[in-house]
């Protein structure tokens, strides 16, 4: 790809689907935003939007497997961009490049807050008296964010065993929790409890509401990215990452199916589980007493864990690739590798100080997390959807890697991209009503903060000496400059 070599090779095949299959974490997706869910289309949107998002995001997941294969590098999404489009290269592949930076940042930021919330909620379960506040939140998403960096500051090696761990945490957790909601209860709702629709969104529109319940799953669905991103440090890079992207959505969409059907009906009081800080937790407890629902949460906060983990990997590795080509500010800095780590450890500290200034809101705004996730879901999608849409527009002449669509290429592409735009409208509108200062949804505003600051950097001065992915030489030069 044109680039000297300063990362070590170290992820199989597995290690790469376990870093998507660990970012996806339909416990950590599904446990954070079930409770939105609840209200916005209830079980017959928690249940159907699932599958039906679920398809959807095979079309994107298999359009960027099909260009992952193709380029195989920790620039992913920018630096196909940059490569995929005819004119203008430096401006898609900046523009990518940021949209893919922020959505990265929200979904670190987000699951810190979702296993910051879950251990509050632990907390108040052995200490009654304990009393959850934004400042108590931010505070320990802060520890959170700290240990994860020291995590991704060491080895490579230790960071794909850890997700290695995360795939059985997931698939062994989730096997406990279902098996426990479906044989410890007396009491279940009935089949066609699927099809009950809830609206408690403060919107008359039903349509609409249910649209919005949507965003449960497309949360969970997001970092799939991650294999990508890891691809420089993946061995048979040009097979085993678009596999990797494939198995991890597809894995994902089976195993959240069934524990999404577990937690539906195994609901009680629709009503007060639904009104509860935290509605998964509540429909435990009701389900199997205080003491199982303590064991089992302590599951899913580790698996929260994991997610918030290898989503600062991926980020961490973007931003390696994104100042590797100089297109962020001090860029010498952050794409710097540690010669006794191997690893980007400036960039992963970069990751990890911009997602706690995403996370401030939440000192003072109770609705800061679904902001933080419609960041996430927004900016990453978009970051997804330029690449495929310009691998669209380039048709016949783009030249596919060992793992390739064939004649489906373009009709799958071509329902990705429409996925793409449809969500990200979506996602960026307000999720309650009345709009007030505390229900107001923060995403445009973040989204567009972001975006007016490379806008203005782009033309003032990175227009001028940013041309897209740069390149190092010929394949025999960058070989002689490989460190390792």
Same mark, same amino acid.
């Given at each position: 790809m044109g680039y000297p070599r300063k990362l070590t090779r170290r992820f199989r095949g597995f290690d790469n689907f376990a870093i998507s299959f660990t970012i996806i974490n339909i416990?950590?997706?599904?446990?954070?935003?079930f409770g939105?869910?609840?209200?916005?289309?209830?079980?017959?949107?928690?249940?159907?939007?699932?599958?039906?998002?679920?398809?959807?995001?095979?079309?994107?997941?298999?359009?960027?497997?099909?260009?992952?294969?193709?380029?195989?590098?920790?620039?992913?999404?920018?630096?196909?961009?940059?490569?995929?489009?005819k004119h203008h290269r430096g401006a898609w592949s900046w523009y990518t490049g940021w949209l893919n930076f922020v959505g990265q940042i929200g979904g670190t930021a987000a699951t810190g807050y979702a296993a910051a919330t879950f251990i509050q909620a632990f907390i108040v379960m052995q200490w009654p008296s304990y009393t959850v506040t934004g400042?108590?939140? +931010?505070?320990?998403?802060?520890?959170?964010?700290?240990?994860?960096?020291?995590?991704n500051t060491y080895?490579?090696?230790?960071?794909?065993?850890?997700?290695?761990?995360? +795939?059985?945490?997931?698939?062994?957790?989730?096997?406990?929790?279902?098996?426990?909601?479906?044989?410890?209860?007396t009491h279940h709702q009935s089949a066609s409890f699927a099809t009950h629709f809830v609206n408690s969104t403060g919107f008359s529109s039903g349509v609409y509401a249910a649209m919005l319940g949507l965003l449960v799953t497309s949360w969970t669905f997001t970092g799939f990215d991650g294999s990508f991103h890891m691809s420089e440090e993946t061995v048979k890079a040009t097979v085993n990452t678009p596999k990797g992207i494939m198995r991890a959505i597809g894995g994902s969409a089976v195993a959240g199916l069934i524990l999404m059907l577990a937690l539906v009906y195994a609901i009680r009081d629709y009503t007060a589980t639904a009104s509860a800080s935290a509605p998964p937790v509540q429909i435990l407890i009701d389900a199997l007493g205080p003491g199982a629902a303590k064991l089992l949460l302590l599951i899913v906060i580790g698996a929260m864990l994991f997610c918030g983990l290898a989503n600062m990997t991926s980020n961490t590795r973007q931003i390696f690739a994104f100042a590797r080509d100089g297109a962020m500010p001090g860029s010498r800095l952050w794409h710097s590798v540690s010669p006794r780590t191997r690893t980007p450890v400036k960039a992963v500290w970069l990751a990890a100080v911009c997602s706690f200034v995403l996370i401030t809101p939440a000192w003072w705004s109770h609705t800061a997390f679904t902001a933080i996730v419609s960041v996430n879901v927004v900016g990453l999608y978009l970051a997804y959807g330029v690449p495929i849409f310009l691998r669209l527009r380039l048709g016949d002449e783009f030249q596919p890697g060992p793992w390739h669509l064939g004649r489906w290429g373009k009709p799958v592409a071509l329902t990705a991209v429409v996925w793409i735009v449809f969500s990200s409208v979506l996602f960026m509108l307000p999720h309650a009503s009345p709009i007030t200062p505390t229900t107001f949804n923060y995403a445009p505003i973040a989204l567009g903060v972001v975006l007016i600051i490379a806008t203005a950097w782009w033309f003032t001065t990175a227009r001028r000496r940013f041309q897209g992915p740069v390149s190092y030489g010929s394949p025999d030069e960058v070989a002689a400059m490989d460190l390792i």
């Open positions: 416990i950590s997706g599904i446990f954070s935003a939105f869910g609840m209200g916005a289309g209830g079980p017959l949107i928690l249940v159907f939007g699932w599958i039906s998002v679920s398809i959807m995001v095979l079309f994107v997941g298999a359009a960027m497997g099909e260009i992952a294969s193709a380029y195989p590098t920790s620039g992913a999404l920018y630096f196909s961009a940059g490569k995929l489009a400042q108590s939140t +931010v505070i320990i998403i802060t520890v959170i964010l700290l240990l994860q960096a020291l995590a080895t490579v090696q230790l960071v794909a065993t850890l997700n290695r761990i995360s +795939v059985w945490w997931l698939l062994i957790g989730m096997t406990v929790i279902v098996l426990a909601l479906v044989l410890v209860p």
